[in-house]
């Protein structure tokens, strides 16, 4: 299982032929998003009929929701990384749900996560 940041699945709904081809091979059955994805991917819908869209297509993926150990995680990264790397509140969460869930993360944005120990980027 590959948990997608939501930058890439904002260049498949761009239509980024390098992450469409990425996500075939990775197989839709294999790909999940966090909570924190699909509320930022409903944030930047531009109107409701891609809200609508969107919201289809996330029905096909597992989602991950913020347990217990995800926000324990969470503030610790965020204590670790928020000084020293500018780190932003739904990386962490989502660097916290990959880490804890044993999932590779998927991001077009390596260097917002490349220093966290324990994560797995799928390459």
């Keep these: 299982m590959i948990l997608c940041d939501t930058n890439i699945l904002i260049e498949f709904y761009k239509g980024n032929a390098d992450v469409i081809q990425a996500l075939r091979a990775i197989g ?3 790909i999940a998003v966090s909570v924190i994805t699909k509320a930022e991917l409903f944030y930047v ?5 891609e809200l609508a869209q969107i919201s289809r297509h996330l029905t096909s ?3 991950y929701l913020i347990d217990a150990a995800d926000s324990e995680l969470f503030i610790r990264l965020m204590l670790d990384y928020s000084p020293s790397h500018k780190v932003s509140i739904p ?8 880490i804890n869930h044993g999932l590779e ?11 966290i120990p324990d994560i797995k980027l799928h390459r």
């Design 45 to 49: 819908a531009r109107n409701k009929q």
């Design 91 to 98: 990386d962490m969460l989502i660097a916290a749900t990959a």
């Design 28 to 30: 839709a059955n294999n």
């Design 61 to 63: 993926c597992r989602c």
């Design 105 to 115: 993360l998927y991001t077009m944005n390596i260097k917002d996560f490349k220093f």
